[in-house]
């Protein structure tokens, strides 16, 4: 009778300290859905690159406009969540990522793609604040957890983007793609009916998160730390522009290897990327944020250095490597810069997110115009020194100093 009347009296909020799944799971497959669908347009620039005679430059400001877009307003609409979520917000952030879809099948030249490109930026930045937003309050306390499920999701998609490439041959089959998207759309209905029912408790969590907050660093020590989480994305996702645009054209301007067999190859390093993100929100919980921020970018140093002389066979192993180092810093990333500011998960996820599309962006064009002038094995040369940033990580504070006990 006793525990009848317990699970009677059971709240909103008493849900929302456990570790809901069910939502993890499925915030996580409609990233994975989402990000199926955004990686289909890097991974067909050789097709754009052949239908509408586009140079490297062009082909980097397809990836600057979609980026920049969402790069510019993720920070505004998690700061707009923050004050007032809306509940059916990520079903509308894919809705703009289906219309930009359709018009980038049907785009006939240059200027529309960039349209295109920039509503499936505008899809992007409507969702990922919000659904990182409520991959926390699923999450039970295991923020980190919770951040690498829903990372992961979208390092899937991304890695499945180059195979399904491999199907589309013409612009028009783009439109294969729209079953993924409704199912993307009912999934986010149901899961805006639970998002719903919990946001009066969703409201107050701000101001406790405010409360509880167990840090006393100063303004200025806080945004320093910021700023260096923010240089430490610069070099990974500058460095993951390198692969993600241009690796396909680096394998078969220095290998010889085909159009199908360079997007495998992208495939076998967008793979590794997912099982690194899934591994590094969990160690981070259970070590702290800062060791695996230190292992994630520093650690990647001395395999960058060597990707650019070695084999085939020794480029796809390294690239291996690297994506499972280096993808496990994002989850921690986020996770410490939330902690750092409690109270602002939807402007923080905003800013991390819009910064990191914004680094991609500006880096695929820049190595773009770079590889136009000095060849594209040059780049990867460039590129492999940018890991090294990681040693600002001995300039963030301690958030956990009984982590280690």
Known sequence: ????????????????????????????????????????????????????????????????????????????????????????????????????LVLLAWAPNYPLLLVASALVGLGSAVFHPEASRMARAASGGKHGFAQSLFQ?????????????????????????????????????????????????????????????SGHTLSRGRVAGAVAVLLLLIFSKYFYLASIGSYYTFYLMHRFGVSVGQAQFYLFIFLFSVAAGTLAGGPLGDRFGRKPVIWFSILGTAPFSLLLPHVSLFWTCGLSIVIGLILAS?????????????????????????????????????????????????????????????????????????????
């Open 1 to 100: 009778m006793n525990s009848a009347a317990r699970i009677d009296a059971a709240t909103p909020e008493d849900d929302l300290q456990k570790t809901t799944l069910r939502i993890l799971f499925a915030v996580s497959f409609c990233h994975f859905l989402n990000d199926t669908i955004q990686s289909l347009i890097p991974a067909l620039y050789p097709l754009f690159k052949e239908s509408f005679a586009l140079s490297f430059t062009q082909i980097g400001l397809i990836t600057l406009t979609f980026q920049m877009v969402a790069s510019i307003l993720q920070p505004v609409v998690g700061y707009a969540m923050d004050r007032k979520p809306r509940p059916y917000s990520l079903a509308a952030g894919v809705g703009f990522t289906f219309v930009g």
């Open 152 to 212: 992961v999701g979208g390092n899937a998609g991304s890695s499945v983007g180059p195979l399904l490439a491999v199907l589309i041959v013409s612009q028009g089959r783009l439109l294969w793609v729209v079953p993924l998207v409704l199912i993307s759309l009912a999934v986010l209905f149901w899961v805006g009916r639970w998002y719903e029912g919990h946001l009066e408790s969703l409201r107050a969590r701000p101001r406790k998160a405010a409360q509880a």
């Open 329 to 405: 810093a994002f989850s921690a990333i986020l996770v410490y810069a939330q902690e750092l500011l409690p109270g602002k998960v939807g402007m923080v996820a905003g800013l991390f997110f819009g910064f990191a599309f914004g680094m991609g962006g500006i880096g695929s064009a820049v190595l773009g115009w770079l590889a136009d002038q000095s060849g594209i094995t040059f780049v990867y040369q460039l590129c492999a020194y940018l890991p090294l940033i990681g040693l600002l990580t001995l300039f963030l504070p301690n958030l956990e100093p009984q982590r280690g006990r």
